[in-house]
């Protein structure tokens, strides 16, 4: 599992990925860690077949018992199905993920974690003297669907939306937004159904002053290539098999 | 998912599947008893020693009917323990590879892992040991039934007997008896296959 640290202050983001030993037929994930001194949060801690490697990764950076926090955007198996594990492995966790999915999320079993529902119009993380905001990302793609973003490290971890998937060993940053286009182009317009919902998402993160938008798949966006991906998807048509 | 694993599931599931039909024979013979004692009751005298036999009967069924919904609600808490036990079992063994890669990979807090591999290990044990006493308990319930069966086929032959002095009712009360002895074969046959699936889980 690749480790990429993203951002180093008062506390630290890290991003995990490209797990070279997952299996070559499940979807590539980036997870997403913000630790704290005593604290540790996963953002999207991904799938049951990914726990060991994302786990050993963790351990570098936290001990079991300081993760304490978990994160779905959404429901998808890719994103959560590792649930069950999680659940198991700690004594002391609270899972952040949308309200409307709490029935369908415990069908990963979730005795012991601390489900917090996300209401629709999002809230904040609170870990120790970091205050995380939870945006609200409906439609994007799922109808129940959250991004963090991070006003201190101006990082915007955004789910699927920014979302590419490419070769194994490839950057974890984007280094040519003209060729990266490609990659992202049939994702969005085909797991992004509705216009209205990307305009209404678009126009609440221009607002925001993001560093980094770091999705669950392919490679982050830093710097200018953050206003080039927003303004390449103001433009995208999206939900086209319809 | 392991060889085990696999057949602890079907051999659990195969049990439920087992005793519906087992069910559906109880009531049968539930259905026969009534049948008798409308036959014994219009022939009067000449059937004289089949009337306690069909409230024997009918006993019978309703007890073999009882018995086998709550064996039916054991088998689904030993289903219950089963994807239990699974669960636990894979916990545990992700654990043992999250925590042998964190070593390997020189992780700083690669030691904090053992708390839960040892839980984990804990609980699939505490799981295998409880799914063997649940095993054990249903098997003395299925024992229950088949000595139902047994006595079933008992009273079965009675009734032939019995039957045999009923003049021209011989024939309908012969084939209540008949049903009775098949009834009594099936839930002995379904009854068997449940046990020789389970029996292998008593002692592993």
Not at chain 1, 185 to 198: D, T
Request: glycine share 4%; with cysteine; net charge negative.
């Amino acid at each position: 599992m690749k480790t990429t640290k993203i951002y180093e202050g008062t506390h630290q983001w890290i991003m995990f990925g490209r797990d070279e030993g997952k299996p070559s037929n499940i979807i590539d994930t980036n997870q997403y860690v913000v630790r704290t001194a005593n604290r540790c949060l996963l953002l999207d801690p991904g799938g049951a077949e990914l726990f060991a490697p994302m786990m050993a990764a963790v351990l570098h950076h936290a001990p079991v018992d300081q993760i304490t926090d978990l994160f779905a955007s959404h429901q998808d198996p890719d994103v959560i199905s590792s649930l069950g594990l999680w659940d198991q492995a700690l004594t002391n966790a609270r899972l952040h993920a949308p309200a409307i999915w709490e029935g369908f999320l415990r069908h990963y079993s979730c005795e012991s974690i601390e489900y917090v529902p996300i209401p629709d119009n999002g809230g904040t993380i609170k870990l120790e003297s970091v205050e995380l905001q939870i945006i609200p990302a409906h439609y994007l793609h799922s109808s129940g669907n959250f991004h963090v973003y991070d006003p201190q490290a101006k990082i915007l971890m955004s789910g699927d939306v920014g979302a590419a998937f490419e070769a194994p060993d490839s950057p974890v940053f984007v280094d040519n937004f003209a060729v990266h286009v490609e990659k992202m182009r049939h994702w969005h317009q085909r797991m992004m159904p509705s216009n209205q919902a990307k305009r209404v998402w678009i126009e609440r993160v221009r607002n925001l002053d993001i560093d980094i938008l770091a999705p669950q798949h392919g490679r982050m966006f830093r710097g200018d290539d953050v206003k080039r991906f927003l303004d390449w998807f103001d433009a995208l048509q999206v939900g086209i098999a319809v | 998912m392991t060889n085990q694993t696999k057949s602890q599931f079907i051999a659990v599931a195969s049990i439920t599947s087992e005793l519906s039909a087992v069910m559906v024979v109880a009531k049968e013979i539930s259905l026969a008893a009534a049948n008798a004692k409308a036959i014994a009751f219009r022939a009067g005298d000449k059937a004289k020693g089949f009337q306690p036999i069909t409230d024997f009967i009918n006993e019978l069924a309703k007890e073999t009917i009882e018995l086998v919904t709550n064996i039916n609600i054991y088998a689904l808490v030993l289903y219950r323990l089963t994807v239990n036990e699974f669960q636990k079992t894979t916990a545990y063994n992700k654990f043992e590879l999250a925590a042998k890669m964190a070593e390997s990979d020189g992780a700083v807090y690669a030691n904090t892992m053992q708390g839960p591999v040892d839980h984990a290990r804990l609980s699939m044990q505490d799981c295998q040991r409880q799914f063997k006493r649940d095993v054990s308990q249903l098997l003395g319930q299925l024992e229950a039934v088949m000595h139902h069966a047994r006595a079933a086929r008992v009273i079965a032959a009675n009734s032939r007997i019995e039957a045999s002095q009923a003049g021209e009712y011989l024939q309908s009360l012969q084939a209540v008896a008949e049903s009775v002895d098949k009834a009594a074969h099936t839930i002995h046959d379904n009854v068997q296959r449940c046990r020789i699936a389970l029996s292998i889980y008593r002692n592993s």
